[in-house]
């Protein structure tokens, strides 16, 4: 059974930094796209970043490339994400998921999700 759990959410004022944890569980991390994404209320999930440990690929949404940087610990089967100089417009549900396969940035052709962590920036 694949799970995916996503730790690391909070409260933070704006410009401050987070870091977001997906532990994955019942796959083998090379063989899979593992990406982040977020909704926030009354919007649609958003693709944020994407890697594929099999290639070293990685892709970022250009509206957080340079503030926010995704790795991987294939040993503890864990996805990070930093967050840094982050605004107010950053509020969100972070998920994580996976796909088996290539580099995917369509959030629909995921086929495991995480249940999410909430994310505030607000002063």
């Known amino acids: 059974e694949v799970q995916l759990v996503e730790s690391g959410g909070g409260l933070v004022q704006p410009g401050g930094s987070l870091r977001l944890s997906c532990l994955a569980s019942?796959?083998?991390?090379?063989?899979?796209?593992i990406g982040w994404f977020r909704q926030a209320p009354g919007k649609g999930r958003e693709m944020l970043t994407c890697i594929t440990n099999n290639d070293d690929s990685i892709y970022y949404e250009p509206s957080v490339k340079g503030r926010f940087t995704a790795s991987t610990d294939n040993a503890k089967k864990t996805l990070a994400l930093q967050m840094s100089s982050l605004k107010p417009e950053d509020t969100a549900v972070y998920y994580c998921a996976a796909n088996p396969g290539q580099l995917l940035t369509i959030a629909t052709l995921y086929a495991y999700w995480g249940q999410g962590t909430q994310v505030t920036v607000s002063s």
């Open positions: 019942g796959i083998t991390f090379d063989d899979y796209a």
